[in-house]
C-alpha cells in the first residue's frame, strides 16, 4: 500500500455491529506502512478478522 501525494493512509478499527469508528480506534504508520500492513493483515487473516479497505469511513470523537 503506497502513500498519495504524500498523504498516508487513516485505518480504522469498527466494533461489532456500529456504524462509525471512534477516533481512538483510528490510527497511521509512520514508518514502513507497507510492512505494517503486511502484519495487520496477517494478524486478522491468523485471528479470523475481515479486513475492508474502504476509501471513507465515519468516524466519532
Not at 462509525?20 to 509512520?30: A, L, R
Not at 514508518?31 to 486478522?44: F, P, Q, S, V, Y
Request: hydrophobic share 40%; glycine share 8%; aromatic share 18%.
Amino acid at each position: 500500500m503506497k502513500s498519495i501525494r504524500g498523504k498516508k493512509y487513516v485505518l480504522g478499527i469498527k466494533p461489532k455491529n456500529k456504524m462509525m469508528v471512534p477516533i481512538y480506534w483510528c490510527f497511521q504508520f509512520h514508518l514502513d506502512e507497507d510492512k505494517g500492513m503486511e502484519e495487520l493483515t496477517g494478524w486478522a487473516q491468523y485471528n479470523h478478522i475481515p479486513v475492508i479497505y474502504k476509501k471513507k469511513f465515519g468516524r466519532w470523537f
